[in-house]
């Protein structure tokens, strides 16, 4: 997104596996105001596979 005075702009990768019993996630969002960083999070979770 842009306006007059500022930019900003977002980056995300996710990365999907699985095993016989659980899908991992894993996931990096990253945040810039202009080309400064405001934010970097990475997310992880397992989650069951329930008759899948």
């Not at 842009?2 to 977002?10: D, F, I, L, Q, Y």
């Not at 990096?28 to 329930?50: E, L, N």
Request: glycine content about 2%; some cysteine.
């Amino acid at each position: 997104m842009r306006r007059e005075e500022w930019a900003v702009r977002t980056v995300t990768h996710t990365h999907l596996s699985c095993d016989s019993t659980h899908f991992h996630l894993r996931a990096r969002m990253q945040a810039f105001d202009g080309d400064t960083s405001v934010r970097d999070k990475t997310y992880t979770a397992s989650i069951p596979r329930q008759a899948v």
